[in-house]
């Protein structure tokens, strides 16, 4: 579990897709042990290697094609966040580190000292982003500041910019999306099964009760 609020940058120094791995050089190595879930821009990602600055990951072929990892070359920088500590402090919202897809960075403006960024997502992800909510992008807990039917809005503030690789990003750039795991499963438990028992109450017994 992380809560998207980006501990390092780091940048990849190899990358071995028929092994499955990512090598990535960083600065928060002392806190990563062979086994660790380390959430690579936002993506869950297992060391397998740890050394002295620098550690390797396994990545899956569904993680490659699904993901904005597939586009990371050597020198690419990436967000970096360790597990929660179960003594930690939530800063920032629940983030599983399971991508639900992919968007495209469609516009960056300066306003102030921040920057608003654009970004297209695909409607199955848009359903689950609302105004005021969290989503992550590349890892990082960020508040949306403006949705509609084919995109959505965050700003920028310059300590966010300056810590993590957002502001980098270029219009027409892929990002990795995570929406806020809460309304996933909130629309499940919603849906109607068969195999489950349907209850007594209804609204009319409610009305017939006084309720």
Same mark, same amino acid.
């Given at each position: 579990m992380f809560t998207g609020l980006i501990e390092a940058v780091g940048t990849v120094t190899a990358i071995n897709k028929q092994r499955g791995t990512v090598t990535i050089k960083c600065g928060i190595t002392d806190g990563i042990e062979i086994g660790d879930s380390v959430a690579v821009n936002g993506a869950c990602l297992t060391a397998v290697e740890v050394g002295s600055g620098i550690f390797t990951?396994? /990545?899956?072929?569904? $993680?490659?094609?699904r993901t904005a990892l597939g586009a990371l070359s050597i020198g690419s920088? /990436?967000?970096l966040e360790c597990a929660m500590k179960a003594d930690g402090r939530f800063g920032g919202h629940i983030v599983s %580190?399971?991508?639900?897809g $992919? %968007? $495209? /960075? $469609?516009?960056m403006r300066n306003d102030g000292n921040a920057v608003w960024v654009t970004v297209e997502a695909e409607s199955e992800i848009l359903r689950y982003i609302v105004e005021k909510g969290s989503i992550a992008i590349d890892g990082i807990s960020l508040t949306v500041a403006?949705?509609?039917?084919?995109?959505?809005?965050v700003s920028i503030i310059p300590h966010t910019g300056g810590e993590t690789t957002l502001l980098e990003k270029r219009v027409g750039d892929a990002v990795n999306l995570e929406c806020d795991i809460i309304a996933?499963? /909130?629309e499940k438990l919603m849906q109607?099964?068969?195999?489950i028992p349907k209850s007594g109450i209804t609204y009319d017994f409610l009305a017939k009760n006084g309720f």
């Open positions: 990951a396994d /990545v899956m072929n569904e $993680t490659f094609s920088r /990436v967000n %580190g399971h991508i639900d $992919t %968007g $495209t /960075v $469609t516009n403006d949705v509609d039917e084919k995109c959505f809005k996933k499963y /909130v109607p099964s068969e195999n």
